[in-house]
C-alpha cells in the first residue's frame, strides 16, 4: 500500500448565537497517522469542503460554501473554515 491510509468523512456542523443558528453539511477525507508511542493518541488531518444547508434568525437565507480543515495532534484539534458566505 502506498502513503497512509484515506478514508471519506461528511456531517453536519451547527454554528449557533444568540440570534441564530447555521446549519452546516460538510465532506472530504480523513488522514490518520499513528503516533511513535502507540499509548499516544493518532496525528489526524482532515480537509474537504463544506456548504450552508440552512440558518434560522439572522442566518435565514445565507448561502455559500468553501473549504475546510482540521488538524488534529494529541490532546487538541483544530479547525478552519474558509469561502464565502451571502444574504
Known amino acids: ?9 461528511f456531517g453536519y456542523d451547527n454554528l449557533s448565537s444568540k440570534k441564530g443558528t447555521l446549519s ?19 496525528y489526524e488531518s482532515e480537509y474537504g469542503t463544506w456548504q450552508i444547508q440552512r440558518g434560522t434568525g439572522i442566518y435565514k437565507g445565507w448561502k455559500g460554501g468553501g473549504r475546510w480543515l482540521k488538524v488534529s495532534i494529541p490532546g487538541a484539534q483544530n479547525f478552519e473554515w474558509d469561502g464565502y458566505v451571502t444574504h
Open 24 to 42: 452546516i453539511f460538510f465532506r472530504g477525507v480523513s488522514i490518520v497517522v499513528a503516533n511513535i508511542d502507540p499509548a499516544k493518541d493518532p
Open 1 to 9: 500500500m502506498d502513503g497512509q491510509p484515506q478514508a471519506p468523512v
